[in-house]
């Protein structure tokens, strides 16, 4: 998720500086006594981390009774909408690290990237050619104008994009000025997508069959693979990797594609997960699938399976006591308290500051627009306490300055209210969820609330 955050202390400054104003202290404190009470005195004496419930952090440190035995380096997805990306290479490179005992790796994001981008751009043309006789001021095209190549993505997105791609290690593909930082290239990108959508639908109109509309479509992807090669530079086609253990002993492996650095070094098949979604808008028990989403045409649609929190909380501590990681989707600047990593309903103290609370259920958060799927992370640890879950460990993406040095602690009841999605293998569902994949999908519209979002 890419946001423009705006730091607690500069609400907390200009609400304390505009109280403390002669006149609107002398008004507050004849219509209620304004200076008597709690909020009052946070507003006069306190800025910068003042919101930051203490209570919060020091009753939830960062330690847990089951956590992964590796901790791998923490990675940064910069000014970009990557952590899809970044959370499905995290959570695969564990069996790799420990398979050969590894103290670091990192597997190449830019890599994953760019072939998205090409994806991305190929889906929107199929999309524009599938939707040649419908309104351009319609719902759906203009829902396939509004952001094409966006960076945020899906887990079933980024399966598509490994199962046909593979993957590489970082050093094979490193970052760029436009992979940390995409918004000019993908400006460019847009902006000639929906040039070739008007040319495209023009010749249509003008009688073009669909094999010379086709025709165009070719030409126009490779203009495409010229602004993301020249942007990204060209991926390789084979790699050599090579490496020391934690023993100290030296490993070499050459010429190898990216499919096989996937199939034989990573060794996880991603097509044998699946998303577990919580919406409480919708039926549980059901398969979902939203319209018109995705990144790799022709490949399976991103679809979902929904149950209670509860279910997806049981699945996640069996996981990770099994010593396996998560990738997860959640609204994560809700609640957040950044300088102390600490994801709680409680954790910002708006009450105290503002004199108000909040009122929505999570249901009523996603209809009326206040929450969604907006980031993904990888669950890495539980704290159990007398059988029940109490807060749990995130390995996030966003560099070591953030929180314990990059990880973020999560309370169980920040899970119950903005954990949306955990994806785990289908051979760990029981039986009766497993036959939910067997049904005909609920199919939701691209603009759905939730599920219409994707993670950046």
Not at 189 to 202: F, G, S, V
Not at 316 to 326: D, H, L, M, V
Not at 339 to 358: L, V
Request: aromatic letters at 12%.
């Amino acid at each position: 998720m890419t946001v423009v955050h705006i730091p607690t202390s500069s609400i907390l400054s200009s609400y304390a500086r505009h109280l403390m104003t002669k006149q609107q202290e002398k008004k507050a404190k004849s219509a209620r006594g304004f200076g008597s009470d709690d909020s009052s005195k946070t507003a006069k004496s306190t800025v910068g981390p003042a919101l930051n419930n203490r209570e919060v952090y020091l009753k939830h440190p960062p330690v847990f009774s089951h956590k992964l035995e590796i901790d791998a380096p923490i990675t940064n997805q910069r000014n970009s909408g990557r952590c899809w990306i970044f959370a499905g290479l995290n959570m695969l490179r564990q069996h790799m690290m420990k398979e050969y005992n590894l103290d670091e790796l990192e597997l190449s994001q830019p890599f994953v990237f760019f072939y998205d981008k090409l994806e991305k751009s190929n889906w929107f043309l199929e999309n524009i050619l599938k939707t040649l006789d419908e309104d351009l001021d319609g719902r759906v095209v203009r829902h396939l104008l509004a952001n094409p190549v966006k960076d945020d993505g899906q887990w079933d997105m980024f399966v598509a994009l490994v199962e046909k791609y593979g993957i590489v290690p970082k050093e094979a593909y490193p970052e760029t000025v436009h992979t940390s930082d995409s918004k000019q290239m993908d400006w460019l990108i847009t902006t000639k997508l929906r040039e070739y959508a008007k040319e495209i639908r023009a010749e249509h109109a003008n009688g073009k069959s669909i094999g010379e509309l086709r025709k165009m479509k070719n030409w126009m992807l490779r203009e495409i693979h010229k602004v993301v090669s020249v942007s990204l530079g060209q991926p390789p086609k084979t790699i050599d990797w090579s490496f020391y253990s934690k023993d100290k002993k030296f490993h070499e492996f050459r010429d190898v594609t990216p499919l096989e650095f996937y199939r034989n070094h990573v060794k996880q098949d991603c097509t044998k997960f699946v998303s577990l979604i919580n919406d409480p808008r919708n039926e549980y028990m059901r398969k979902y699938i939203v319209d018109y989403q995705g990144n790799v045409y022709g490949a399976e649609s991103v679809h979902y399976i929904n149950l209670p929190i509860q279910h997806l909380k049981e699945y996640a501590i069996r996981i990770i006591k099994s010593g396996r990681p998560i990738w997860f989707g959640c609204d994560v600047e809700k609640f957040l308290s950044r300088n102390h990593g600490m994801m709680d309903t409680k954790a910002i103290d708006y009450k105290s500051a503002f004199d108000f609370g909040f009122g929505m259920t999570k249901a009523e958060r996603l209809q009326y627009g206040d929450s969604t799927i907006s980031h993904a992370m990888v669950l890495t640890g539980v704290h159990i306490e007398d059988g029940k879950a109490v807060r749990w460990r995130v390995e996030n993406s966003w560099g070591e300055s953030y929180g314990n040095k990059g990880y973020l602690t999560m309370t169980d009841r920040w899970f119950d209210e903005f954990v949306y999605q955990i994806v785990l293998e289908k051979s760990d569902l029981s039986k009766e969820v497993l036959a939910v994949l067997d049904q005909e999908a609920v199919v939701l519209p691209p603009w759905d609330l939730m599920l219409g979002a994707l993670a950046g």
